[in-house]
């Protein structure tokens, strides 16, 4: 601890247009945060957004180990310090994931953090960076505060800043001093310490342990544990090394990289390709990956049997009594975002739980949450989580799956197998056109929604190859949130058929350049004759349909989508 005594400066700066957040934080490429006052700017506007709460505050701030982490950190502690911030609790090296982040601020009971992230978008000098503000909760910043943030930066004149004020990151240790009279304190802890604690209590450490060992009556689970150069590494090590004895051969690219090692760190069967080619020739029982900054998850079972995170939810609803946690808690309610394969709801019905639809967006699950109507929730974009934290949680996926394996003592092929058997398979897919030029996209998304308003498209019969499916209701989906009433609108348009099937449109809000369409595709079926083949094939109809509705090849001159998940 040392005590020096500084003074805040102002500094005056110029006004950047467009720094309004997105689905999930500011996020753009390195090269527009190292414009001159950009990131200042934009991390001034959000302490400002805290309003009352700002002065003598507790803040989290980590990030997922990319290029210009440590950077925005020195940054971030600098501005902090001179807006009448008493504390920062910062994750060693800069790096925290977003889970762990979460789970700092709900433990040390923070008035928020700033998590410093693209998450799965590529790292590097000329890739993408992001700043994110979480509230007290744990929870990203709902739409009225992330407006805030908006509005602020929109006629911001200046900011508040202590130069001078250089911290050692990589080193574990806690340093006072005195601004403008007021004690200022940056604490730089442990990064993965609180985290792993939570994940003991909540799950059953001893049979995860004794299925990834074996014991004489069977023989060691194999597991393929790969990180991509992101965030989860040191958690992942901790964990699976020194909790549960993996060997370090079967955990990957657990360094984090500044740049992920020139990897895309999203965790699905395009850019995980490595995972999937390793467990489809190795002897794995079982694989996962993990995105960039730790919220997302893939999960695979022998020979790469692909569990989508639509099943994925659904398996883990049927099983939440075999994990420690809910035994305790109980099972409040389940919920998925709108494009997520409706798996989930099937589970709700049959165990008589409470269900809810929001938005794209884990935001959204956050005061159903609180209110304490919602246990387990997830998305078709790779992220599951629970109420233990208020961010979705990669390595929590994992560990809740190997718990579930554990308890059940099946393959995850066969628990998928079983699981259908009982509620039947909703197949899934969804297109994602990337980087198309915004002006067509929005265009598109345009003829769409007249094309469907028309009065007679309800009823219409839609046919592929002999498949026939008639349209039983449209819209622009909008979410009332039912804790607090807030209004989310045009979240996606949405052509619901007669039997169950789903076709729907968006923007992403996470892109950070030019528009990426998303295709989504859900189509329920109850024939088990049906349940082992692929979705691909199974949904060909349904995906032709979608795409010659939407003329989106003529749209976006794309004749096929960049990703496929
Ligand atoms: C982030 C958010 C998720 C969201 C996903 C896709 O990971 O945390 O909640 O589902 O992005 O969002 P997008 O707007 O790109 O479809
Ligand atoms: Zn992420």
Redesign the pocket.
Known sequence: MTATSVTSLTVNTRVYEGQKP???GLRKAVKVFQQEHYTENFVQATLHALGDQLTGCTLVVGGDGRFYVREAVTRIIRIAAANGVRKLIVGQNGILSTPAVSTIIRKYKTQGGIVLTA??NPGGPDADFGIKFNCDNGG?APDNITNKIYEITKTLQSYKIIPDIGIDIDKVQSVSIEVDGKPFTVDIINSVKDYVELMKEIFDFASIKKLLQGSTDRPAFKVLINSMNGVTGPYVKQIFSNELGVDDTSLVNIKPLEDFGGLHPDPNLTYAKDLVNAIKEGPYDFGAAFDGDG??NMILGKKAFFVTPSDSLAVLAANLKLIPYFQKTGVKGYAR?MPTAAAIDRVAVKNNAKFFEVP???KYFGNLMDAGNLSLCG?E?F?TGSDHIRE?DGLWACLAWLNVIAGLGKSVENILLDHWKVYGRNFFTRYDYENCDSACADKMMLSIETLVEKPDFIGRKLQYEGKEYIVKQVDNYSYTDPIDGSKATKQGLRILFADGSRIVF?L????SSGA?I?MYIDSYENDPVTFEKDAQLILKPLINIALDLSELCQHTGRNAPTVIT
């Open positions: 997105g689905t999930s998450s799965h990203p919220d997302r975002s794209t967006g884990w998305e974009s992220g979705k968006r992403s809000g996470t892109g990426t998303r």
